[in-house]
């Protein structure tokens, strides 16, 4: 699998935009990224996915470098409940094997 | 309905009990998902059904028994565990194997 690696962790103004990178320089041409949050004591929610363009939905935009080795989750205007464990996953694409496997994630703390 | 929903929400269980966890979904997802999540750590990959049938096994201990008796609920079932057992439990769907997870709240294990 291909692995990831992001800072360990971060802290963001409230109201300012977020940027959480994410290497990935091992990934290959078909490895879709994800990213998925975990809030304290909830469940991991997921944020959002893509392959090779640029994606937006109504929670983050994910920006993924030409050379798709790294990419960068924007949460646009952070607020308190954006503090989070923020875990970028590059999925493998066996078919019938697809799993998510969680790194360590970047803590990300929004700062009243 | 788009929750995924786990019972009890807290198990305390002795070394010699049986228990099972329940994990339910009714958004027609037919991937269903076992995580564990030691604490301060990332969720890790138990078990992967794929339409009711046992599509991965991440070389669990036999003292981890899964079971999906229908495409909407999914049981972990428990025998002699051991304290290092103790965990916070996740269920997660997808509506198939390679789309994006959604998760549950947990289910928290003591094993005394």
């Known amino acids: 699998d291909a692995k990831t690696t992001q800072p360990t962790s971060m802290d963001c103004a409230e109201g300012r935009a977020a940027n959480l990178p994410c290497n990935h320089s091992t990934i290959s041409g078909n490895e879709y990224v994800y990213w998925y949050r975990q809030i304290h004591s909830q469940g991991p929610q997921y944020i959002i996915h893509?392959?090779?363009n640029n994606e937006t939905n109504e929670m983050a935009s994910l920006i993924i470098t030409e050379d798709r080795k790294s990419s960068t989750l924007i949460l646009p205007h952070a607020t308190l409940r954006d503090t989070a464990v923020y875990y970028c996953?590059?999925?493998?694409?066996?078919?019938?094997?697809?799993?998510?496997?969680f790194g360590t994630g970047t803590r990300l703390t929004i700062i009243p | 309905d788009t929750e995924v929903t786990q019972t009890p929400k807290h198990l305390v269980m002795g070394m010699t009990n049986k228990k099972s966890l329940k994990c339910e979904q009714h958004?027609?997802?037919?991937?269903m998902y076992w995580y564990k999540q030691k604490a301060k750590k990332p969720p890790e990959l138990m078990f992967v059904?794929?339409?009711?049938?046992?599509?991965i096994n991440e070389s669990v201990p036999s003292r981890f028994s899964p079971e999906c008796p229908n495409s909407s609920l999914l049981n972990l079932h428990l025998h002699a565990l051991q304290p290092e057992d103790s965990a916070l439990y996740l269920c997660?769907?997808?509506?198939?194997?390679?789309?994006?997870?959604?998760f549950g709240p947990g289910t928290r294990l003591t094993v005394t």
């Open positions: 059904y794929s339409y009711e049938k046992l599509s």
């Open positions: 893509g392959l090779k």
């Open positions: 958004m027609g997802h037919r991937a």
């Open positions: 996953i590059v999925r493998p694409p066996d078919f019938g094997n697809e799993k998510l496997t």
């Open positions: 997660a769907s997808s509506q198939v194997q390679r789309d994006e997870q959604y």
